[in-house]
T-cell receptor, first 116, second 114 residues
Framework: GAVVSQHPSWVICKSGTSVKIECRSL??????MFWYRQFPKQSLMLMAT?????????EQGVEKDKFLINHASLTLSTLTVTSAHPEDSSFYIC????????????FGPGTRLTVT | AQSVTQLDSQVPVFEEAPVELRCNYS??????LFWYVQYPNQGLQLLLK??????LVKGINGFEAEFNKSQTSFHLRKPSVHISDTAEYFC????????????FGRGTSLIVHP
């Protein structure tokens, strides 16, 4: 199998605080992980690509100082939403590629972030 | 650059009826094609994929899709749907010679009525 988990599954935070979301590959090593954002009834928007041990590559229009991504090991990537505001409320989904198998991604279950 | 068009934002259908969800793509190179399903408040689950070989691809839950290069399509079909198939379906395309990062369509909401 290829299982990806995310924690937490749902988080509510106050405006101005920071929130960290974890993405873990449970049974494989992931050299590359991706973070997506999904608004209600819309498709997935790629935010950034993270490679283990190096800086993340952000898509155009995504604030790297706002969305901090760390890929410290082959099984863990974290997304920190800093100084969150209500407009950051969204569904965040991570995915991972297996080392040596680049043709498809395995998706996590997503994290629903609500900023009040 | 690649793009994916899912022509129908919503497809209502009665239980046990057949269904087809349409997907067209544009790409100047060869492609990999995927269909994912997303249930409410969950991540994406791979239904099926076309990487090479037979153009008719069978996936999980009784779904299948056919790659048609001349029509640049990859429509998803199921001969008899169940209530439990109600979900959002996403078509995606990636470039085998590039980064393999998929481009997703806007999604089609399949609504199965009893």
């Amino acid at each position: 199998g290829a299982v990806v988990s995310q924690h937490p599954s749902w988080v509510i935070c106050k405006s101005g605080t920071s929130v960290k979301i974890e993405c873990r590959s449970l049974d494989f090593q992931a050299t590359t992980m991706f973070w997506y954002r999904q608004f209600p009834k819309q498709s997935l928007m790629l935010m950034a690509t993270s490679n283990e041990g190096s800086k993340a590559t952000y898509e155009q229009g995504v604030e790297k100082d706002k969305f901090l991504i760390n890929h410290a090991s082959l099984t863990l990537s974290t997304l920190t939403v800093t100084s969150a505001h209500p407009e950051d409320s969204s569904f965040y989904i991570c995915s991972a590629k297996k080392a040596g198998a680049q043709r498809e991604q395995y998706f996590g279950p997503g994290t629903r972030l609500t900023v009040t | 650059a690649q793009s994916v068009t899912q022509l129908d934002s919503q497809v209502p259908v009665f239980e046990e009826a057949p269904v087809e969800l349409r997907c067209n793509y544009s790409s100047s190179v060869s492609v990999y094609l995927f269909w994912y399903v997303q249930y409410p408040n969950q991540g994406l689950q791979l239904l099926l994929k076309y990487l090479s070989g037979s153009t008719l691809v069978k996936g999980i839950n009784g779904f299948e899709a056919e790659f048609n290069k001349s029509q640049t399509s990859f429509h998803l079909r199921k001969p008899s749907v169940h209530i439990s198939d109600t979900a959002e379906y996403f078509c995606a395309v990636s470039d085998p010679g590039g980064s393999y990062i998929p481009t997703f369509g806007r999604g089609t909401s399949l609504i199965v009525h009893p």
